[in-house]
């Protein structure tokens, strides 16, 4: 189901996906931008209630994989909106040669959506290479899998306490342990977040936790003071 999360924002859960045997919920985002059309940001799968609601805001005209690991439904959206653009993270060319994309994502972003979104590509990371977003009449940071949080009760068996290790059940969200090991360039990453920060954030969205409602700029200083420090 959409709900509404800000101005001209709206967010999704999808079903839940497994990757190495963890299991994860899964959430999209969707955005109505200025000229009333519709920026849809790591899609779910595709369902009849999500492609009703798509059709009662607006056409859709963008879809973005944000890295290279949320990309499962992206070839569903893009048969479902052939109009649509589809637009690859860095790395996910590659990884999907079966999806012929339309473009690239990079730290500008594109003048389709530039009036409404900012954005900013965090790279020198072994796992991936990820796009947070910057949705400026809601005030919304998007981050996609750099900061996690799942409930203590998610994870069970073996799996958990890895979960705990890598700091996915911890207190508050978190920027998970394996991303901070897996940053080979900290100085490039340091100059991403230094962009992030320097956006009038208010609420947080994550691929993989609850939304944070209100002082986003604080809770990203607070998520990132390993790296800042």
Do not use: C
């Not at 607006?58 to 637009?87: S, T």
């Not at 993270?89 to 994502?105: E, M, N, S, V, W």
Request: aromatic fraction near 12%; charge should be positive; avoid cysteine.
């Amino acid at each position: 189901m959409l709900q509404h999360f800000g101005d001209e924002i709206w967010t999704a859960d999808g079903p839940v996906a497994e990757v190495g045997g963890f299991k994860y919920p899964t959430r999209m985002a969707m955005i109505r931008l200025s000229d009333g059309s519709l920026f849809i940001w790591s899609p779910t799968a595709l369902s009849d209630e999500l492609r009703a609601a798509a059709a009662a805001l607006g056409p859709v005209r963008h879809i973005v994989a944000p890295n290279r690991l949320h990309h499962l439904f992206i070839g569903e959206w893009h048969r479902a909106y052939p109009g649509a653009k589809i637009y690859a993270a860095p790395g996910l060319r590659a990884k999907r040669r079966d999806i012929a994309f339309d473009g690239d994502l990079h730290d500008a972003p594109a003048s389709a959506w530039s009036g409404d979104i900012d954005q900013v590509v965090v790279r020198g990371n072994w796992i991936t290479t990820e796009v947070v977003f910057f949705h400026r009449r809601s005030r919304t940071v998007i981050f996609t899998d750099l900061i996690q949080h799942f409930d203590a009760g998610w994870f069970t068996g073996w799996r958990a306490l890895v979960a705990r290790l890598d700091l996915l059940t911890a207190p508050d969200p978190a920027v998970p342990r394996k991303f901070r090991i897996a940053f080979f360039d900290r100085r490039m990453a340091r100059a991403a977040l230094h962009r992030i920060l320097a956006w009038p954030a208010e609420k947080i969205l994550m691929a993989h936790g609850a939304p944070i409602e209100r002082d986003g700029r604080a809770f990203i200083a607070r998520s990132f003071k390993w790296l800042l420090h």
